[in-house]
């Protein structure tokens, strides 16, 4: 038996590519949902983004960031998610500083916004067609995402981990906000900030 020609090998490929977008167009046409179009990647996502503290500050949001805002309200409903800038005179290190960090507003006590972002880090984490793990948030160079008590880092490959702000001594002595049950905190690597990695240039 003939073996297949690395061109046949790769249209099969995009055959096979084709059709698993054509299946989940017909099953969100049946559950009377909206599809999502997924975009198409040449390559396979990028390596897991290292942990990148700011280290510089910016008056501005970066690109990246601000589209990701937008991209997020646009999807998912609830609160607003916005590019937010810390000034440099506030205590710490922190992403908001350096241009590379959302906060989207959602409470943690209301059923419907827990199930909104429940449904964002599913899309976020969830295996691409070809199985890379954690596609998305790794073509969006996410580096963490902190809600409701829990961490997913990029650097620990998004494994959930309870969360605790350095701040508060303990759980209960913290506010919501330090606990991250009235927001959802998303930092981007420096090059998801630039919008410098697959997924933003997918989206031009």
Known sequence: MRQA???AVLRRAAVLRRAAVLVTVVIALL?????????EYDEPPEDYASYQPQTKCRQTARPGTVELADWINAQFGGGIATASVRACSSGGASEHKDGRAIDWTMNAAKKKQRREVAQFLDRLFADDSEGHTHALARR????YVIWNDHMYASYDEFAKRDYKSS??????SCSATLRHRDHVHISLSKPGGRGATSWYAAHD
Not at 31 to 39: K, S
Not at 167 to 172: I, K
Request: glycine letters at 14%; proline letters at 5%; one cysteine or more.
């Open 5 to 7: 020609t690395g061109a």
């Open 31 to 39: 559950a009377g949902t909206t599809p999502v179009q997924a975009a």
């Open 140 to 143: 969006m160079g996410i580096m």
């Open 167 to 172: 701040s508060c001594s303990t759980l209960e």
